[in-house]
């Protein structure tokens, strides 16, 4: 199966910060990656596909990029509403897709 | 607008079964595959199988394989997960989420709003 390492598991920054989160995968995957926000007591939602297209409604400040095994996610002017757990999913391997362990993010 | 609504919050003992429906409406059900996700508390999401919608075709994680079946019913635009032989690491969130079906790389769109399943004697 096809591994992802997130990194960091947890960080704390400022309204406004520059974020970045990235993804490890085990193998290369090309870029069939997302990225979802999942916020206490709610489903994940889709932030980014296929490694660097931001999903309709989703704020310009996110974006993503990479491909092959290491992909990043970076918020640029962090805002209140973007606390929660960032996960990264891989849609490479036919139909068996696994999620990274997660990026709790908090805002100081 | 799109929505999948889910079946509510299940107890059950250790050994039973569990069925949990999945109800779409908003889009044409049979243009996205339907895909099961559990999380335990704390913990990543875990895909757990998918169906095609349109032909009934299922495939499943090999964690799960032996204990879980997805159906579908075309007529009622919903999907139904039903996992068996629960135990206590099946206390866990369940959702249901959607993916166009055909294509490489299709992310989960849009999610359910998550089925509670406890397992406690």
């Known amino acids: 199966d096809i591994q992802l390492t997130q990194s960091p598991s947890f960080l704390s920054a400022s309204v406004g910060d520059r974020v970045t989160i990235t993804c490890r995968a085990s193998?290369?995957?090309?870029?069939?990656l997302a990225w979802y926000q999942q916020k206490p007591g709610k489903a994940p939602e889709l932030l980014i596909y296929?490694?660097?297209t931001l999903q309709s409604g989703v704020p310009s400040r996110f974006s993503g990029s990479g491909s092959g095994t290491e992909f990043t996610l970076t918020i640029t002017g962090l805002q209140p509403e973007d606390f929660g757990t960032y996960y990264c999913?891989?849609?490479?391997?036919?139909?068996?897709?696994?999620f990274g362990q997660g990026t709790k993010v908090e805002i100081k | 607008q799109v929505q999948l609504v889910q079946s509510g919050a299940e107890l059950k003992k250790p050994g039973a079964s569990v069925k949990v429906s999945c109800k779409t409406s908003?889009?044409?059900?049979?243009?996205?595959?339907i895909h099961w996700v559990r999380q335990a508390p704390g913990q990543r999401p875990e895909w757990m199988g998918w169906?095609?919608?349109?032909?009934?075709?299922?495939k499943f994680s090999q964690r799960f394989q032996g204990r879980v079946s997805i159906a579908r019913d075309k007529s009622a635009s919903t999907a139904y997960l039903e996992l068996s032989s629960l135990n206590s690491e099946d206390t866990a969130m369940f959702y249901c989420?959607?993916?166009?079906?055909?294509?490489?790389?299709?992310?989960?769109?849009?999610w359910g709003q998550g089925t509670l399943v406890t397992v406690s004697s």
């Open positions: 989420a959607r993916a166009l079906t055909y294509g490489s790389g299709k992310p989960f769109d849009y």
């Open positions: 908003g889009y044409t059900f049979t243009d996205y595959a």
């Open positions: 169906i095609n919608t349109g032909t009934g075709a299922t």
């Open positions: 193998q290369g995957i090309s870029s069939f």
């Open positions: 296929d490694a660097s």
């Open positions: 999913q891989q849609l490479n391997t036919y139909r068996m897709y696994t």
